[in-house]
């Protein structure tokens, strides 16, 4: 599987856990957080459902699926209400993942979302099209919306090997080209995947 197909599925593997390290369980509490059935996997992450908007590690969760680490801390959930970070505002009804500092590392988007300049496609869910970040909140890699232009290069919106990645510091890293490009005195076909070093000068 390549990168950017495991990009649109990475949520989705949280579900289909090789092994349970208990059977699931009904209507049990944990870490202060009912919910009305659960499995722990061999890892500690608590994968269940609520049925009730809850607040947890100060963010409000939607009714649905919700992740914990072994902790209690949201691992995955649907946000309930917007999410004002830095860096980007998360709206409501976008599913969230974190790490267990509690830092936000993906997100699939209700909705076609601009985020720091750029129109990121949305479709929402754990199985949706994904958002990925910096630990800052910079953005890292996401699927356009629309063919654009960034740093003078045109992306393509491919789901396949459409993927754009961005440098920390918003420069192109990599993308699928919407077109023919010459630069540094080489022609590059439309449809061909091209990476950046940080400078500007194309890699491959």
Known sequence: MNKYRALLLGAASLLLTAGYAAEQQRDVTLHGVIFTKVHTNADGLHIGQI???????????????????????????????????????????TWVEQNPAGIVTVCAFPTDTLVQGHLCRGTGGPKGVQVAFYPDGALRQFFLANPATIDGVPCDTSLTRGAVEL??????????????????????????????????????
């Open 51 to 93: 049925d009730t908007e809850t607040v947890v590690g100060g963010r409000a969760c939607r009714a649905g699926w919700l992740h914990l680490y072994p902790d209690g801390t949201p691992a995955a959930f649907t946000a309930a209400q917007e999410i004002v970070l830095p860096r980007v505002t998360i709206p409501a009804g």
């Open 167 to 204: 440098y920390e510091n918003g420069r192109l890293k990599s993308c699928r080209l919407s077109q023919a490009l010459e630069r540094d005195g080489r022609k590059l076909r439309k449809g061909a995947r091209i990476t950046f070093s940080p400078d500007g000068q194309i890699r491959s």
